[in-house]
């Protein structure tokens, strides 16, 4: 944040970093590990905030109190307010996730035994998941584990990030 100068707009969540920290101590006190899952990037940004109503985009003021207000996740902010209780991977792609984890192989198991009907809807929620042009690529997943860890998350490189 020290680069940016007077003027500047971006976007920051106090209460995402609170939520963010409580998760990291309870990894710090108790052990076990944490999966943020949602749309963002890993960088920086302004101007994600919007609103929709009947799955529809509207004016975030058009409607107070009947529409849903929505941004993205800032996950460098998320993984820098976090580094001095735990360890963290990625963010990776959803579709990197799933993958990594044998989402086709059990795409491949559930259709065995599915009816023609479920079929279909089995290979279109699979494809919504992991497609690139759906939620593969826009939704990611941030990993906390207990500092030092000897192993990353499964499905996670072997690198953890530096700060």
Do not use: W
Request: net charge positive; hydrophobic share 35%.
């Amino acid at each position: 944040y020290k680069k940016f100068k007077i003027g500047d707009r971006i976007e920051i969540s106090p209460d995402s970093m609170k939520i963010s920290k409580q998760i990291a101590k309870h990894i710090k006190d108790n052990g076990g590990a944490s999966l943020i899952i949602d749309y963002g990037q890993d960088f920086i940004q302004g101007n994600t905030l919007r609103a929709i109503k009947q799955h529809e985009f509207v004016h975030p003021l058009s409607d107070p109190g009947q529409t849903d207000l929505s941004a993205d996740v800032n996950f460098c902010y998320l993984k820098e307010s976090v580094t001095d209780l735990v360890d963290t991977y990625g963010p990776i792609t959803q579709s990197k996730f799933l993958q990594s984890l044998g989402i086709k192989a059990r795409l491949l198991m559930l259709l065995k035994n599915a009816l023609p009907a479920q079929r279909k809807d089995l290979i279109s929620s699979t494809e919504r998941l992991v497609h690139p042009s759906a939620m593969g690529e826009l939704y990611k997943v941030l990993a906390f584990v207990p500092k030092g860890s000897l192993e990353a998350p499964m499905a996670f490189e072997k690198s953890k990030n530096k700060f």
